[in-house]
């Protein structure tokens, strides 16, 4: 083993110790392996830094490709939902029209529709000049219209009770061979039993009215009126305001009857019309 030193000696200022420095003579000797590696380790780290930076920046540029396509891919369902909103709402239109045009035909409603706004023409409304949230406020509007308007218009059943006789001609129920023309439908049920209203309506009258007996008569909107007769006792006043679905009176068997139950009658603009329609739409 190498024991042998090096002294060096430091010689400072005139006012400074000199001082003395021993060192390993192999120490001496081998600097220059030394040095190579420090250089090997520094290069090293240069080398390592740079590959970090590397996968950093790569990392970064991926993120970044990556956040485009996800930009790219919301940009395409944007234009995909709007291009579904746009036919979902010409179905809608589609729809709207057709239930004006039978309201209209049906004379249930006026061109211009009820508060006096008229209907907006369907190149109107699908014109490429009108976003998809104008045309949602006018179906909104028109929905409530339509509604409002079935309300008027009396659908439904008056009686829970199984129907006992249909419009049109039949035999007379009170015996013989003589026929009859039944200007309504007729429920079986009890006395006593509830009567609805089966639409929106006035109270045109609540006594007693020829062979109906105990009658109620309502005044719908578009010229519509429903008769309920032979009530044991009613539960409006004339001129009262109703509403579909209301308890109005009781069923009975005054008047011209041969027992408890309910006589219904439809009339537009006087003339009775036939029930059926209107008492299962679906």
């Known amino acids: 083993m190498d024991t042998k ?44 830094f740079f590959c970090v930076f590397a996968y950093s920046l790569k990392v970064s540029l991926d993120k970044h490709s990556l956040s485009s396509e996800l930009l790219q891919a919301n940009s395409r369902l944007q234009n995909y939902d ?21 309201l209209q035909n049906r ?17 109107e409304l699908i ?10 406020d006018y179906f909104e509007k028109q929905s409530v219209v339509f509604y409002n308007t079935l309300r008027d218009i009396p659908i439904g059943f008056p009686s829970t009770g199984p129907r006992s006789s249909d419009y049109g001609y039949r035999r007379n129920p009170f015996g013989g061979l003589s026929g009859e023309f039944h200007p309504g439908v007729d429920f079986n049920s009890e006395t006593g039993d509830p009567v609805y209203a089966t639409g929106d309506g006035i109270i045109n009258r609540c006594d007693v009215y020829n062979g109906y007996g105990n009658a109620i008569i309502i005044d719908h909107k578009s010229g ?37 139950h309910l006589h219904y009658e439809i009339r537009q603009n006087g003339d009775d019309i036939s029930p059926e329609p209107f008492l299962k739409v679906f």
Do not use: C, W
């Open 82 to 102: 709007s291009l579904q909103l746009h036919q979902k709402l010409n179905k809608i239109d589609n729809n709207l029209t057709m239930i004006d045009s039978y």
């Open 5 to 48: 030193k090096v002294t060096i000696i430091v010689v400072g200022s005139d006012d400074e110790e000199i001082r003395s420095i021993e060192l390993s003579s192999a120490l001496v000797k081998n600097y220059k392996k030394y040095l190579v590696y420090a250089g090997s380790a520094f290069t090293l780290a240069v080398i390592l």
């Open 127 to 136: 014109s490429s000049s009108n976003t998809n949230i104008e045309k949602i």
């Open 107 to 123: 004379g249930i409603i006026e061109t211009d529709h009820a508060g006096g706004e008229p209907s907006m023409k369907k190149d």
């Open 224 to 260: 519509y009126q429903t008769l309920f007769g032979h009530l044991s006792k009613v539960n409006v006043v004339q001129g009262q305001k109703v509403s579909a679905g209301d308890l109005i009176g009781y069923i009975g068997s005054t008047g011209r009857s041969t027992g408890s």
